[in-house]
C-alpha cells in the first residue's frame, strides 16, 4: 500500500508521536534525550507513606510509565498498561471477569489465547464460547452471563477479518466488553477504540518491538474505571515487564511507522506475485481484491501487514520439501520481526489444535504461514521461486 488509496489514512502525527509523546528531556534531572532505564526496585520516601511518584518497581515505573504513554497515544487511547507477555496481557483483561461469567471468542484466536481460555480460564469458572467472525453467530452465542466478546482481526492464520465496527456495537447493546487484539496489525494499521472497541490487546512481541528479541504485551483503554481496574490487576497479578524491555521497546516503536509501511508494501507485492504463480493453489491477503473481505479492510484498516498465508499445490511432503529449500525466509514460528519467517501451521502454531477443528478453518497441510520482512522484497521472491520451482 505505498499511497493508501480507498483505506482509512494514517493518523496525523503517528511517527511523531512515536518519537516524542511523554519523552520530553525536560522530565529527567539530567535532561537525556534518551528515556533513561530506571533499574531501582524501590523509591525514597520523605515521611512514611510520603513518596512522589513511585514507591515500588511493579506498582510502578518511570520507564515503563513513559511507554506506556506512548502506546496509548499510538492507539488512540487514554490509557495504557505494559505487562510481561501478551498472554499476561490476555489474563489481566480476564481477570476482569468472575466466576460464572460467559465469552464469546472468535473461532480462529490465537493457539495461546485459545489454550488460555478452554484450558485455565475455564477453571475458575468462566466458560468461553466459539464464534466465527460474521456478527450473527456472535449475536446467537450471546447469553444472560455474557461480559466479553474476544476478537482478533485479521485471524490467524485464515486472515478473516471481523467487522470490529458491528460487533462493538453488538457488545454495546448487550453491555458486553469488546476486546480486540490487534497484534497482527499494530496501530498504525488498525484503531479499534475509534471503531467501537473497550479495549485493545497487543503481543509487543510481534510487530510493536519487531526485532524478535523481547517478549511483551499492552493493554490499550479509553475509560478511567477500566484503566484502574487493569492497573490493579497489573500489580497485584504481577505480570510485568522488565525496565530494560520497555526501553527496548521505546527504541522499536520510534520506527514502527516506516517498518509497518515497508512489511505492507512488501506483503503485497509478494502476495500480487504468488496470486498468479503455477505452483500456487490459493494466496489469503486482505490487499488483494480476491480476498472475500477486501472491502471490509478498506473500510476498517489503513493497510495490512506483512501477513500472507498461502496454499501450495501438493500436500505435506511439498510443503516440507519447499520449506526446507528456502534460503532467505527462516523456518520459525512467530511473526512481525524486519526477518522474513514461515511456518506450517497445521504442523507448528496451530498443532494444539483437534484435526476437525483445523479442518473447519482451513488449516490444511498445504497452508502456509508467511511474515514477510524487510529484506530486499526481489530478494524474497526469488527465494520464493526457486524453492517452488523444487515441489
Ligand atoms: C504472539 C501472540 C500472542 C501472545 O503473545 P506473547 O507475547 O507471545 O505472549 C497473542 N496474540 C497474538 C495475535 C499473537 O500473535
Ligand atoms: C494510489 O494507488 C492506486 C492503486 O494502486 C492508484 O490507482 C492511484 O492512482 C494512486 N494514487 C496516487 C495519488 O498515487
New binding site residues.
Given amino acids: 500500500m505505498?499511497?493508501?488509496?480507498?483505506y482509512l489514512p494514517i493518523p496525523k502525527s503517528f511517527a511523531t508521536s512515536a518519537i516524542h509523546v511523554a519523552q520530553n528531556p525536560d522530565q529527567w534531572p539530567a535532561m537525556d534525550v534518551v528515556t533513561p532505564i530506571s533499574l531501582a526496585v524501590t523509591f525514597k520516601q520523605d515521611g512514611p507513606g510520603d513518596f512522589k511518584k513511585y514507591e515500588y518497581s511493579r506498582s510502578g515505573n518511570p520507564t515503563r510509565d513513559v511507554l506506556e504513554k506512548v502506546i496509548a497515544s499510538l492507539e488512540g487511547g487514554n490509557f495504557g498498561a505494559c505487562f510481561s507477555s501478551g498472554l499476561g496481557a490476555a489474563t489481566a483483561i480476564l481477570s476482569l471477569l468472575k466466576q460464572g461469567d460467559h465469552l464469546i471468542c472468535v473461532d480462529d484466536v490465537y493457539g495461546g489465547t485459545n489454550r488460555l481460555l478452554s484450558k485455565v480460564a475455564v477453571k475458575f469458572g468462566i466458560q468461553t464460547t466459539f464464534s466465527g467472525v460474521d456478527i450473527e453467530s456472535f449475536e446467537r452465542a450471546v447469553q444472560k452471563n455474557t461480559r466479553m466478546i474476544w476478537l482478533e482481526s485479521p485471524t490467524n492464520p485464515t486472515l478473516k477479518l471481523c467487522d470490529i465496527q458491528a460487533i462493538s456495537a453488538l457488545a454495546k447493546k448487550y453491555n458486553i466488553l469488546c476486546v480486540v487484539d490487534n497484534t497482527f496489525l499494530t496501530p498504525y494499521l488498525q484503531r479499534p477504540l475509534s471503531l467501537g472497541a473497550d479495549i485493545v490487546t497487543h503481543s509487543i512481541t510481534k510487530y510493536m518491538n519487531g526485532h524478535s528479541d523481547i517478549i511483551m504485551g499492552a493493554v490499550i483503554v479509553n475509560e478511567k474505571k477500566l484503566y484502574d481496574d487493569i492497573k490493579f490487576l497489573q500489580n497485584s497479578m504481577g505480570i510485568v515487564p522488565s525496565p530494560f524491555d520497555c526501553y527496548q521497546v521505546l527504541r522499536s516503536l520510534k520506527t514502527l511507522a516506516v517498518r509497518m509501511k515497508q512489511h505492507s508494501e512488501s506483503s503485497l507485492i509478494i502476495a500480487k506475485h504468488l496470486e498468479g504463480h503455477p505452483k500456487i493453489e490459493k494466496v489469503i491477503h486482505p490487499g488483494l481484491p480476491s480476498h472475500p473481505q477486501h472491502e471490509l479492510a478498506k473500510k476498517q484498516t489503513s493497510g495490512h501487514s506483512g501477513m500472507l498465508t498461502i496454499y501450495i499445490k501438493g500436500n505435506l511432503e511439498s510443503s516440507k520439501k519447499f520449506l526446507k529449500s528456502l534460503k532467505v525466509f527462516t523456518l520459525a514460528e512467530s511473526l512481525g520481526g524486519y526477518e522474513s519467517l514461515i511456518e506450517l501451521p497445521s504442523v507448528m502454531t496451530h498443532a494444539a489444535l483437534t484435526q476437525e477443528h483445523r479442518d473447519i478453518l482451513g488449516i490444511k497441510d498445504n497452508l502456509l504461514r508467511i511474515s514477510v520482512g524487510l529484506e530486499d522484497t526481489e530478494d524474497l521472491i526469488a527465494d520464493l521461486d526457486q524453492a517452488l520451482a523444487l515441489i
Fill in positions: 505505498s499511497n493508501n488509496s480507498g
